[in-house]
Structures are given as C-alpha cells and as structure tokens.
C-alpha cells in the first residue's frame, strides 16, 4: 500500500508559476512510477504527466509539454510538477498517482494509488 499527499495549490494569475508535490509514504517509492493528473470543472479526468521510478525517462501532455516539468526526489520519497506559463485552462484538481508498471502510460486505471488531490486556480 502507497499512501500519497499533494500539496503546493493555490491561486496564482495567469502567465505565473506553481510548484505541486506530493509526498508518499508506505511502500519503496523508487519503486513506482508516478504520475500527475487533472480534473477540470465538468470535464473527464486526464493525464499530465508521469515519470519512470529512476528519473530519466518522463511523458507528458501535449497540452502541458514546455511549460511543465515532473521530477522526483527518491530520497525524499517526494515527487513534483512545475508548472510555468500557467492558462486558464489549467485551472483543476490535480492528483499523483502511482503505480509498479514501468510503462508510463497516460490511463488513469492504470495507476493502482491516488491521493486526495490539489486545488490549482489560475485567473486570467
């Protein structure tokens, strides 16, 4: 069992930047992959990013790629989004999730752990 907790939303205007992390506990971390998603206002959940257990291999939206980056910190047992350039449209509940496949894949059921999620409201 993983247990995750996002932390790192807010309000932030439009062009700003927010740091989202989410910190795991339980289970070996390095032995996850993990992955970021969102849910919009109205809209399906949808994929944002993920990266491998070791850190060198990362995936991501096309409507996020260039403005934000995935990292991790296996030491730390901590994961993270920057996002850069924040839209409007990038106002959701963001989640990470994790999951023992080493196939970063952008399916939602693929991932076996969620947390609770994090508010992130950009205003334009």
């Known amino acids: 069992q993983v247990q995750l907790v996002e932390s790192g939303g807010g309000l932030v205007q439009a062009g700003n930047s927010l740091r989202l992390s989410c910190a795991a506990s339980?289970?070996?971390?390095?032995?996850?992959?993990m992955g970021w998603f969102r849910r919009a206002p109205g809209k399906e959940r949808e994929f944002v990013a993920a990266?491998?257990?070791?850190?060198?291999?990362?995936r991501y939206a096309e409507s996020v790629k260039g403005r934000f980056t995935i990292s991790r910190d296996n030491a730390k047992n901590t994961v993270y989004l920057q996002m850069n350039s924040l839209k409007s449209e990038d106002t959701a509940v963001y989640y990470c999730?994790?999951?023992?496949?080493?196939?970063?894949?952008?399916?939602?059921?693929?991932?076996?752990?969620w947390g609770q999620g994090t508010q992130v409201t950009v205003s334009s």
């Open positions: 990266i491998n257990w070791r850190g060198d291999n990362r």
């Open positions: 339980g289970r070996t971390f390095g032995n996850y992959k």
């Open positions: 999730a994790a999951d023992q496949s080493p196939i970063l894949s952008v399916a939602a059921p693929s991932y076996d752990y």
